[in-house]
């Protein structure tokens, strides 16, 4: 079990936590929609952007919970169900990535 806090935190602080939050959440609408429109110069500029500031990991994560929230809607609305679509999928691999890990080691590439 996690301790909680005794006291809430005061409103200020809530607002100022409230912020950053819906800052990373922006971030990562914005970041995916660089990607959809294959637009490489504002997706490096906000990855420039948000690794100097140290927030890639919290935009990352931000980017994880609209996934799920899009998967449990896509469930509502399409009728599928997204946990075993994901539990039964495979990754295929990057064969690129293989190759480079084996002449790393001294293999065959």
Excluded at 46 to 52: C, G, K, R
């Amino acid at each position: 079990m996690t301790a909680t806090p005794v006291d809430p935190p005061s409103p200020d602080d809530f607002r100022r936590k409230l912020a950053h939050v819906d800052r990373e959440f922006a971030d990562a609408r914005r970041y995916l929609s660089a990607l959809h429109a294959d637009d490489t110069e504002a997706l490096g500029a906000l990855m420039a952007e948000i690794h100097h500031e140290g927030r890639a990991m919290k935009v990352l994560a931000a980017m994880a919970v609209q996934a799920l929230d899009f998967a449990e809607l896509s469930e509502d609305r399409l009728g599928g169900d997204v946990q075993k679509w994901l539990d039964e999928s495979t990754m295929p691999q990057d064969s690129a990535e293989n190759e480079r890990d084996q002449s790393e080691l001294g293999g065959e590439a």
